[in-house]
């Protein structure tokens, strides 16, 4: 039950901040828009963000932490595999790209990523 006390933690958290209670709506959308964009720098070849990408990062973070005060554990295991399915392309890019380097991190990341999305989800049923 520790976990639930840490989403009823963010939850109490994010209501009572006069700056980001407003934005506790936008927590789903944000998230998943933010995860999608990171997804298709990666896949579309001259498709970059530039220096919007550090903000769609952060952004992707911050409305993640706020999804995590929803309790809604479809969607949050839905923006962790946005993530894990990100740095499996960066790993398979890594791979068969100019250089050819097998990346540790991205496939750590993937399987971090990987696990917290099965827990997720698993407790998405379990509900």
């Known amino acids: 039950m520790g976990f639930e006390n840490v ?11 006069k700056i980001l209670a407003p934005l506790q709506m936008y927590a789903l959308p944000v998230t998943l828009v933010c995860g999608a964009l990171m997804v298709l720098q990666l896949i579309i070849p001259g498709f970059s963000l530039g220096w ?20 809604n554990f479809l969607m949050i295991a839905i923006a962790l595999g946005l993530r894990a399915v990100y740095f499996l392309i960066d790993e398979i890019q890594a791979l068969v790209g100019e250089y050819s380097y097998f990346s540790m991190a991205s496939l750590i990341y993937v399987i971090v990523f990987g696990f917290l999305t099965y827990l997720a989800y698993m407790k998405s049923i379990k509900k």
Do not use: I
């Not at 989403?7 to 901040?17: A, P």
């Not at 919007?52 to 309790?71: I, Q």
């Open 7 to 17: 989403c009823k933690s963010l939850k109490n958290y994010f209501s009572n901040n």
């Open 52 to 71: 919007f990408y550090t903000l769609v990062k952060v952004a992707f973070y911050l409305f993640f932490f706020m999804l995590l005060g929803t309790e």
